[in-house]
């Protein structure tokens, strides 16, 4: 992963669904509709290869989008 993503993953975690994709758009420029297929991908695969980093999230963190 790039440089100017070094901190995706934590805004993954954390749920920060919309900083996330600026993000990935910022980094890519690219538009929206790639950046959120991007971000999920992202967020799938961190819950298979992470899943105790979700568990510690404080319950009141805004929840990521459900996968398509």
Do not use: N, W
């Amino acid at each position: 992963m790039s440089e100017e993503l070094a901190g995706l993953d934590d805004l993954v975690i954390q749920g920060q669904t919309i900083r996330g994709v600026k993000l990935i758009k910022d980094a890519f420029e690219c538009g929206l509709h790639e950046a959120l297929d991007f971000y999920v991908d992202r967020d799938r695969r961190l819950r298979r290869t992470r899943p105790d980093d979700f568990a510690k999230r404080h319950p009141h963190e805004p929840r990521p989008p459900a996968p398509g």
